[in-house]
């Protein structure tokens, strides 16, 4: 591809200090490779607590890089000075579940969305209200929301103003951590498209972070499949949905409730066969694939040795069911 990716991740590990005296850390995020193109949507699906938000946090300087490389926009932001996050910050920005955490109840909408612009984006008072009120005009918010307080928003309300806020200082990846898993269908829906049409307009990258795969198969070109901090799979949006090649993907889809009654109760046998609670409680091997101990087709180097990253067409699978020195052994193909 001759166009340089926005944002680059490369074998990025980030780790969490263990709790307890001498405790080992514990490794969050681990070898995760990724690239965003400018204007792509690329999702990162996974259960909770699979690492999701701590790669966002990552790529935002929130959370540390234990080892790795990410690179944004051709600069390496792995190890970021003050210096460089302050200049990276205006083109990176996050737009959370909850934005009411993050919108100072005692300010009204305008004084916090003015205070980046004339700081960060160096305009004057009077220009910065006017880009404002343009911007919460175009995320479809009443005329006098800007001298209106947070708490008198509805939620799906506060979502467009998080989203006017980070589109502000007109920035180059937006990274919408399940950003709309707590809005109802149709206030969904709305900010969906309003983030369609605003990529449309502006090219701006999104990493989209959620648990739903429907969703997140709607909105990206790309799918990353997360499990225990480490991709499972990767690869166009459509296919990694419809026709999931790794076991976890695969699982991920089973969750997927659906109309007709039979298939649903194919989909829950097959997630019975994945739960961890059906007596699998063996641990993840500390060498091999993290996810073999709910695998319903695992094999022996599941247990002893670690799945590479296998190209298949275009997707990249991290399963020895793909793995050529492990089929060949078995002699047969998945
Ligand atoms: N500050 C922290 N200190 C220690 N462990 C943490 C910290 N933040 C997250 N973790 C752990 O790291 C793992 C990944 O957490 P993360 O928040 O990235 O998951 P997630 O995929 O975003 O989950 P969810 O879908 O619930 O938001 C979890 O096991 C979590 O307990
Ligand atoms: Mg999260």
Redesign the pocket.
């Known amino acids: 591809m001759s166009e340089q990716p926005l944002l680059s991740v490369t074998d990025l590990r980030?780790e969490?200090?263990g709790?307890g005296f001498r405790a080992a850390p514990?490794v969050?995020?681990d070898g995760v490779s990724f690239e965003v193109q400018p204007g792509e949507t690329v999702g990162l699906v996974?259960?909770?607590?699979?690492?999701?938000?701590?790669?966002?946090?990552a790529i935002l300087g929130l959370?540390p890089a234990a080892s790795g490389k990410i690179v944004f926009g051709g600069h390496d932001i792995t190890h970021r000075t003050a210096k460089i996050q302050k200049s990276v910050s205006r083109y990176l920005q996050v737009i959370f579940?909850d934005p009411y955490s993050s919108l100072n109840p005692a300010r009204t909408v305008g004084r916090t969305m003015t205070e980046p612009l004339e700081i960060q984006g160096g305009l004057t008072k009077d220009s910065a209200i006017s880009t404002v009120s343009e911007l919460l005009n175009s995320v479809g918010l009443p005329e006098d929301a800007s001298d209106r307080y947070p708490p008198s928003f509805s939620g799906g309300q506060r979502q467009r103003i998080a989203i006017a806020r980070s589109l502000s200082i007109q920035p180059q990846l937006i990274i919408c951590?399940?950003a709309v898993s707590a809005l109802d269908l149709v206030t969904r829906a709305q900010v969906l498209n309003l983030l369609d049409d605003l990529q449309q307009e502006h090219a701006f990258g999104y990493l989209f972070?959620?648990?739903d795969l429907p969703i997140v198969t709607h909105v990206s070109q790309r799918t990353l499949v997360?499990y225990r901090?480490r991709i499972m799979e990767q690869g166009p949006a459509a296919e990694v949905h419809t026709n999931p090649l790794h076991p976890y993907s695969q699982m991920l889809l089973a969750a997927v409730p659906v109309a007709n009654p039979t298939v649903q109760r194919q989909r829950r046998n097959e997630r019975r066969a994945t739960s961890i609670s059906t007596g699998q409680a063996k641990s993840a091997p500390l060498d091999g694939c993290p996810f073999a101990p709910r695998c319903p087709k695992a094999m022996d180097p599941c247990w002893t040795s670690r799945p590479a990253a296998v190209r298949v067409e275009q997707r990249i699978v991290e399963c020895h069911l793909y793995s050529p020195s492990v089929n060949n052994q078995k002699g047969e193909t998945p």
């Open positions: 980030v969490y200090p709790v514990f969050a995020v996974g259960e909770s607590g699979s690492g999701k938000s701590t790669v966002g946090r959370a579940q951590d399940e972070i959620a648990h997360l901090g």
